[in-house]
């Protein structure tokens, strides 16, 4: 692989994960203060289940895919140095689908109470179905600031412009915390509701629009339902809107199902969700986003073996997760402790949480190995097969996540979503390796299954050390169970770095090499 593009990717990566990582904690510091403000009650399963149309709506209109639907056709533009087309293009598709969305929006407003019957149906009390149908009409709107600014940002990654999107989600979290803290008090879990709406336009929307106009945006409203690329934009993202997604089908099943479980369980799988998403983040949405340009370029190019050997080197980077998530296994307890019990979060909340997350944190590796697996398909402009393989697959899940549902409460559907998500991403990449054929595939298998191999034996002496040598009581505080993770992850880092050079696990020496590169180069500027 050419070392001029590595670099690039390398800084865009630095960058993502940069912003990923500040990202996590802040919105990591957005769920302890929701966790502070309604622990894990009824009126916090209220509030997520508010934000059930508005995904959908941002499904429709595939606003969470532009940046991988819009850069290939924009990137094409700019190749060939035609840029006022691409920016006449660009007005076309904000225009048309931003005008359809809005009449969305509208819709929705007039049609939620019913629609919430549908998506929550085991949400009976009326008082909690009128607060998640009062604070879905606020986050509604939101909706158009994600559209329009998710197309500012696609033009900026298409550009290698990195470091303005990446400040989208660290505005768009403190946003939710400043309006909750601000209105909570008057107006419950609905000034959090608040704080969605300001922070998706303040940083997904104008923030993004005024960097992109630095870029050299040159962007108006244009009604042109007639333009060739419009259509082929639409055909696309067609796959997409209609397609269900793994994260998605996620988000809109924890609802569903949750609502039909104890008081709390919606809001204790979402904390567990969120906690194992920081994971996939940090891993996996980093190094996928930033990979997604070069991928592009590449595809464009029909430079199919340099593609798969980028997203194999991805992968294998990737399975650091599995050890990582076994490590937060161990400590689970202690992790919610610290991170969310504190006001109307007390100790039973803790344990629901925890024993949701100890099954989520299962598929972690599988949601971040398909940030990267999914973005092959769609650099090459093949949107189709991954939504229909996607519907499918959750249509074939629904009976896995009802079976542990009925058997297991919330671990079982915590085990439901990680399951998922493991036979998903594993399939999708098999069928990738067929379609392209991949040369590289046994160099990605190999590193999966030393890490599951290498992960077993390091969680079990991590869990001897933690109940025998860094007992924490039942009651702990939260120091003592700060300290409890800090001695298992100083434990699990001796143990993770002597295995990968005893054993010569690549991946492992890789990790360390290049985060000492790093260090020393740093320090000598």
């Not at 904690?25 to 009650?41: Q, W």
């Not at 996939?280 to 996928?288: D, I």
């Not at 402009?381 to 996607?390: D, Q, R, S």
């Not at 109940?467 to 169970?481: F, G, H, M, N, V």
């Amino acid at each position: 692989m050419n070392r001029k593009l590595y670099k690039k990717i390398g800084v865009a990566s630095a960058i993502m994960m940069a912003s990923v990582l500040l990202s996590r904690v802040i919105g990591l510091l957005r769920e302890m203060a929701i966790a502070y403000a309604g622990g894990a009650g009824a009126e916090v399963d209220a509030y997520n289940v508010a934000f059930a149309i508005p995904d959908i709506l941002n499904h429709i209109v595939a606003g969470g895919f532009l940046s991988v639907t819009f850069i290939p056709i924009f990137s094409a533009y700019l190749a060939s140095g035609d840029r006022e087309e691409g920016w006449r293009v660009a007005s076309v598709v904000l225009t048309c689908f931003g005008t359809f969305l809005a009449a969305g929006v509208a819709g929705a407003w007039i049609f939620t109470p019913q629609m919430i019957a549908v998506l929550a149906p085991g949400l009976q009390d009326p008082a909690l179905v009128a607060k998640a149908v009062c604070m879905t009409r606020i986050i509604l709107p939101a909706q158009f600031f994600f559209f329009a600014g998710g197309l500012f940002m696609a033009i900026q990654f298409a550009m290698e412009r990195f470091t303005i999107p990446a400040l989208a989600p660290l505005v768009y979290n403190t946003g939710i915390i400043v309006g909750g803290l601000l209105l909570g008090p008057r107006f419950g879990m609905a000034g959090f509701s608040w704080g969605v709406l300001a922070g998706a336009f303040v940083g997904n929307f104008a923030l993004q629009f005024w960097g992109a106009k630095k870029a050299g945006m040159k962007i108006r409203l244009l009604f042109d339902v007639r333009h060739p690329e419009l259509r082929n934009y639409f055909l696309l993202t067609l796959p997409l809107m209609v397609g269900l997604t793994m994260t998605f089908s996620t988000e809109l099943f924890l609802k569903f199902f949750g609502s039909f479980l104890g008081e709390g369980s919606i809001a204790a799988l979402n904390y567990g969700l969120r906690v194992t998403f920081m994971l996939v983040g940090f891993f996996g949405y980093a190094v996928g986003a930033a990979s997604f340009p070069f991928m592009a370029r590449l595809a464009a190019e029909g430079a199919t073996q340099r593609m798969n050997s980028l997203i194999n080197d991805a992968l294998r980077y990737l399975s650091l997760v599995i050890p990582v998530s076994v490590l937060v296994m161990v400590v689970r307890v202690e992790v919610v402790k610290i991170l969310f019990q504190r006001g109307r979060f007390d100790a039973s909340a803790t344990e629901l949480t925890a024993s949701a997350l100890l099954f989520l944190l299962a598929g972690a590796f599988a949601f971040a190995s398909q940030t990267i697996v999914v973005r092959g398909y769609y650099a090459m402009k093949n949107t189709l097969f991954p939504a229909v393989f996607g519907t499918v697959a959750v249509a074939a899940s629904i009976p896995l996540f009802y079976v542990g549902m009925k058997t297991m409460g919330v671990r079982g559907v915590g085990l439901a979503i990680s399951l998922s998500a493991i036979i998903q991403v594993a399939l999708l990449y098999i069928l990738w390796n067929r379609r392209t054929k991949n040369q590289g595939t046994w160099a990605v298998y190999r590193a999966y299954i030393k890490m599951i191999l290498l992960s077993v034996p390091v969680g079990l002496a991590l869990h001897w050390a933690k109940t025998t040598l860094l007992p924490a009581p039942q009651d702990s505080t939260t120091l003592e169970s700060l300290a409890a993770c800090c001695g298992c992850g100083i434990i699990f880092t001796g143990l993770v770095l002597a295995a990968g050079y005893l054993f010569k696990i690549q991946e492992i020496r890789w990790l360390v090499e290049k985060t000492a590169g790093r260090l020393i180069s740093n320090s000598s500027d």
